[in-house]
């Protein structure tokens, strides 16, 4: 699939997922925006890997709805347009029912909806006014097997991530006749650092056996998915949710 002259976004892009996805949309011939919270040295390492560029780095915390617009107008700026946009920033915390307090619940609920949830409903909102006005464009939200098994020690993180699937399948359909082509990667775990001490605990056995495979998916088998999802041979594949899980979990 070529990229060439693609401007591409990627919500939390400095390790993991978004590193990988950065990785594949460069070597396929596109110019990146990587979005980054605070770790600044990795978006930089991250964006010195990039193949072609130019390429360029976008500071922004995404759950502050006040600073999305800013983040689109500094992307568009910086790449000259904007073609696609993976919304891969997200968070997960236990939060066990019976073990957390109601403050603790109540907090757990809002920090994540806001940034697995409603950031990524703005940063549509404002790519989409962008897209609308300029032909068009892709946008790939990743979500998770949470969101159709369930994480009963962290329902909030599930509760996000079947919310960010059914948002992307509503605006699927909205946005089909602008041109907007919008799909879902949901995978398992995947072997970054926000699975790393879970991978290397007691669980770590239990974990990769899940899969018949015997491991959990690498960033690089995640990014495929999107790439795929992104790509303009893709666009009646709008509103598809791609599981890359090894098998692990298969929905109905």
């Known amino acids: 699939m070529n990229f060439q002259g693609k401007r591409v976004l990627i919500t939390g892009g ?5 590193k990988a996805c950065a990785q594949a949309f460069a070597e396929r011939g596109a110019k990146v925006a990587i979005n980054y919270l605070h770790n600044a040295e990795a978006a930089k390492e991250t964006q010195a890997t990039l193949k072609g560029g130019p390429h360029i780095l976008v500071q922004a915390d995404v759950s502050n709805p006040a600073l999305i617009e800013g983040m689109i107008v500094e992307t568009v700026k910086g790449l000259g347009g904007l073609d696609i946009v993976v919304n891969n920033a997200g968070i997960s915390q236990v939060h066990p029912i019976d073990k957390v307090s109601y403050e603790e619940w109540q907090d757990t609920w809002q920090l994540i909806l806001s940034v697995n949830l409603v950031a990524p409903a703005n940063v549509i909102y404002w790519a989409s006014q962008f897209m609308r006005a300029n032909g068009g464009g892709r946008i790939v939200n990743v979500s998770s097997r949470g969101a159709f098994r369930g994480e009963p020690e962290m329902p909030a993180y599930g509760a996000s991530k079947a919310g960010l699937n059914a948002m992307t399948q509503s605006l699927a359909q909205k946005l089909a006749t ?6 879902v990667v949901a995978p398992g775990f995947v072997e970054t650092d926000m699975a790393a001490s ?3 605990g007691p669980q770590g056995d239990f974990i990769r056996n899940q899969s018949p495979l015997g ?4 960033p690089e088998e995640v990014a495929y998915a999107v790439i795929f999802l992104a790509a303009e041979e893709s666009r009646f594949s709008t509103g598809t949710i791609i599981d890359v899980n090894g098998a692990s979990y298969l929905r109905g």
């Open 178 to 183: 602008e041109n907007i082509y919008l799909g």
């Open 14 to 18: 400095s390790r993991g997922i978004g």
């Open 198 to 200: 879970k991978l290397s």
């Open 215 to 218: 491991r959990v998916a690498q």
